[in-house]
Nanobody, 115 residues
Framework: QVQLVESGGGLVQAGGSLRVSCAVS????????MAWHRQAPGKAREWAAS???????SYADSVKGRFTISRDSAKNMLYLQMNSLKPEDTAVYYC?????????WGQGTQVTVSS
């Protein structure tokens, strides 16, 4: 059974940093394409960052230069390091994975940035 479990969300002041993590199980992690999406209150879910199985990364303009996506294949972990956080980064952050032609979502972790 494939599972994605996020952790590391919380409350942080504007300008601060936070790292969210996603533990992946039930799939060969090395062949997966991973991403972080987020959904702010009252808004549609949006893509934030992605990383290929080869390590190529890409970012939404809204987070570029502040967020860093990474993966640790030995630990089956996906990370999102978030620096210089802004109140508009407040959202539920979701781990997403593409593997074997299928797509999977985690349950999300709340990140709240206070002004």
């Amino acid at each position: 059974q494939v599972q994605l479990v996020e952790s590391g969300g919380g409350l942080v002041q504007a300008g601060g940093s936070l790292r969210v993590s996603c533990a992946v199980s039930g799939v060969m992690f090395s062949i997966t394409h991973m991403a972080w999406h987020r959904q702010a209150p009252g808004k549609a879910r949006e893509w934030a960052a992605s990383i290929s199985n080869g390590g190529t990364t890409s970012y939404a303009d809204s987070v570029k230069g502040r967020f860093t996506i990474s993966r640790d294949s030995a630990k089956n972990m996906l990370y999102l390091q978030m620096n210089s956080l802004k109140p508009e980064d407040t959202a539920v952050y979701y781990c997403w994975m593409q593997a074997g032609g299928r797509f999977y979502w985690g349950q999300g972790t709340q990140v709240t940035v206070s002004s």
